[in-house]
């Protein structure tokens, strides 16, 4: 690598432009502020999900705290009752009642009635299933106007003996007992009483004296009824509790509706109102369906709410405790938002300092760059001006365009060619130099080259000033991105009209010779007269609608008409004879087209006729003859010829007979796809005689021979 070339690269890194530099710097400042509020926003999280886990773990002491009262409480009512069952003396009067059939209602009802109504009212009393009675003391086998109290009841739901204030059997506490199994102890749901207070009832089975605890065994039901309010709802007070918003709940699912079975702090009483279980992000609601979760949620009013929750097993409550988010994140939030402004006073001033160093440092490298540029200012000059010195000597015109066809770079040729001056044509579009015709072929070009990321070479006509259209062969070399050059692409164009005036000299050369050989064949063969020159004609029509190569498609006509060439080694008697050939004629006729072939094998076409003449009796299916060629291994000119030898053959008239029909020659060859023919040349031929105006064009094919031939 030249010492240049290293300056340069240097030079390029050091010389970085001002703009450049503050554009980085601006990026380098955004990111260390965007890093800055990110780490500073991931603190925040951070502490705010290390408070939810010490809220969660706060709420789930008081919430078990809690839970764990309540299942007491429920346990020692049943414990309560649990004792009466148990007891000795009330299995064996219920057992002797049972089997003597008494009735507790009779009037001759035994006097053991009263000591089970004296034991109903002690538990009762001692346990708090009491309530004040409306109306006289009566009997104990009589139903009083109360709404709690304890009772015996036999199996038929009839009370057997009762204490006095238990209530009738009837509504809630009827439906408790008829939806009681037997030998199953029982809790109800929560219920509104005859005076609107909340209730609950317990049913405890009773055995007989020394029997299994089975269902089978059972006498009745110790069944006790208590107004909830004074034992269950101080319960779910948190000794020492502190915060403000903090409430404990007992909430249902009935249906689609959440029910409070406690006071809510709002001042609705039990039971008085309820939700819509699916009120979007209800914590009432979404502590039933997650039980033992935690979250932040929306209470009854609409306040976000940290909530738990915990579900019983005795009974269909969910246990519900919650603390509003605001009180509970209060001092956390305030924390935060401390350091959130002490983190960015910090961002701030650790800004201000390396905005100022790098102020510091880019005052420092200012001088320094500005030397360096105007050196480099002038190497660039200097290596422009020579690498003008050296295209200029060029005679071929060489440019540079970008992607978007303007002009980067060219020489003194180029510059001539486009009669304007140098500092007219810089970044000018092709098509304002060139008008928008050739403008627009040049920049597809480009855009086709930079698209395949590969030389392309063309061959065109362009007409520039007065001097006639030219012809050129163009060069289109893909220049990859620099960082000071966007992509583009590399234009050589090299002047080669008088190669094509020769070439075309020499094509026409040919052709006046091929020609005579044509017009010689057909003065021995006065019965194919023409058919030569029309295979060629039919064979580069066939070739043009295939789109091949211009060397393919007069490869094709030269061979079509070439192909009887080998005919001048056969007698003309034989040609002109009438009637039916021997197979020995018939073999000679067929082989003058490899004669053909070996007359023409020493000559230097541009394409293969060698090849296309002696292929040319080679059937697609690898049926013909001589080497028993098939499919893509027969030339695609010899493919083509010998579709349009057909062809002419079938369409023209001849002395002794009227030429076919284009249709049916068509059908012919169809019928022949794949088997004698390539299907693909037949499918051209129908195209171009149906699309083309063929049909037109060789309409005089099938006109009737004179007697020199037409």
Request: no cysteine.
């Amino acid at each position: 690598m030249s010492s240049t070339t290293k300056d340069e690269k240097k030079s390029g890194k050091a010389g970085m432009s001002a703009g450049l530099k503050m554009a980085l710097t601006g990026v380098g400042v955004a990111i260390f502020i965007a890093v800055g509020i990110f780490l500073m926003m991931q603190f925040a999280a951070s502490e705010r999900d290390r408070e939810m886990r010490q809220w969660q773990s706060r709420m789930s002491i008081v919430i078990d705290s809690r839970y764990t009262d309540i299942n007491r409480w429920i346990d020692r009512q049943l414990a309560d009752l649990r004792g009466i069952a148990d007891n000795a003396s009330v299995q064996l009067y219920l057992t002797v009642f049972h089997e003597s059939g008494t009735s507790a209602s009779a009037d001759d009802a035994p006097p053991e009635l009263g000591y089970l109504g004296n034991l109903l009212e002690v538990v009762g009393e001692r346990a708090g299933f009491k309530s004040e009675i409306q109306g006289p003391q009566v009997n104990a086998n009589v139903q009083k106007a109360g709404v709690a109290g304890l009772a015996l009841i036999d199996m038929d739901n009839f009370i057997i003996v009762s204490s006095s204030g238990f209530p009738p059997l009837q509504g809630p506490v009827r439906a408790f007992l008829e939806q009681a199994e037997r030998g199953v102890t029982s809790v109800s749901d929560v219920f509104i009483n005859e005076r609107g207070n909340s209730a609950m009832a317990f049913l405890v089975p009773v055995y007989a004296v020394q029997a299994d605890e089975s269902a089978e065994s059972q006498l009745g039901y110790v069944v006790g009824v208590k107004e909830i309010a004074e034992e269950l709802y101080p319960l779910l007070e948190q000794p020492g509790a502190t915060e403000d918003t903090a409430e404990t709940m007992i909430v249902r699912q009935n249906g689609n509706k959440i029910e409070y079975l406690t006071p809510r702090a709002d001042g609705t009483a039990p039971l008085q109102k309820s939700l819509a279980a699916d009120t979007p992000n209800l914590a009432s609601a979404w502590a039933v369906r997650t039980v033992g979760g935690f979250a932040t949620v929306t209470d009854y009013v609409g306040n976000e709410v940290l909530a738990i929750s915990r579900a019983f097993n005795q009974v269909p409550w969910t246990l519900v405790y919650k603390v509003d988010t605001a009180e509970a994140l209060k001092e956390s939030e305030d924390r935060l938002q401390l350091l959130m402004i002490v983190f960015g006073v910090i961002i701030i001033l650790v800004l201000i300092g390396m905005l100022a160093l790098w102020y510091y440092g880019t005052s420092q490298r200012a001088t320094e760059a500005a030397a360096k540029f105007e050196e480099l200012a002038n190497r660039f000059q200097g290596q422009r001006n020579f690498m003008h010195t050296v295209t200029d000597s060029q005679p071929n015109s060489i440019v540079i365009l970008d992607e978007n066809g303007h002009y980067r770079w060219f020489n003194k040729t180029a510059l001539q060619l486009s009669r304007m001056d140098r500092s007219d044509m810089f970044d000018k579009h092709v098509s304002a130099i060139l008008g928008p015709v050739e403008g627009k072929r040049i920049h597809a070009w480009v855009k086709e080259a930079l698209a395949k990321n590969e030389r392309l070479t063309v061959t065109h006509e362009m007409e520039l000033g007065n001097d006639g259209p030219k012809v050129y062969r163009t060069d289109f070399q893909p220049l990859p991105a620099r960082e000071d050059f966007p992509p583009g692409v590399l234009m050589v164009s090299q002047d080669i009209t008088e190669s094509v005036l020769e070439r075309e000299k020499r094509e026409t050369v040919m052709r006046q010779l091929v020609g005579t050989l044509v017009s010689v064949v057909d003065r021995r063969d006065p019965f194919s007269a023409n058919h030569s020159v029309r295979v060629g004609e039919v064979s580069r029509a066939v070739a043009q609608e295939m789109q091949a190569e211009r060397v393919m498609m007069e490869t094709a006509a030269i061979a079509g008409s070439l192909m009887n060439l080998g005919k001048i080694t056969v007698p003309e008697e034989l040609l002109t004879k009438q009637g039916k050939l021997t197979d020995e004629e018939v073999r000679m006729i067929q082989e003058s087209v490899l004669t053909s072939a070996e007359l023409v094998s020493k000559i230097d076409f541009d394409g293969p006729v060698y090849d296309t003449l002696r292929h040319l009796q080679e059937h697609y299916d690898g049926t013909g003859t001589p080497d028993g060629l098939a499919g893509k291994d027969i030339v695609v000119t010899a493919r083509i010829a010998a579709v349009a030898n057909a062809f002419v053959g079938m369409v023209s008239a001849r002395a002794w007979r009227s030429g076919m029909s284009v249709d049916k020659a068509l059908d012919i060859l169809l019928a022949d796809g794949n088997k004698k023919y390539d299907r693909a040349v037949v499918v051209a031929l129908a195209n171009y005689l149906d699309n083309r105006g063929g049909r037109e064009e060789w309409a005089s094919y099938g006109e009737a021979p004179t007697e020199t031939g037409a």
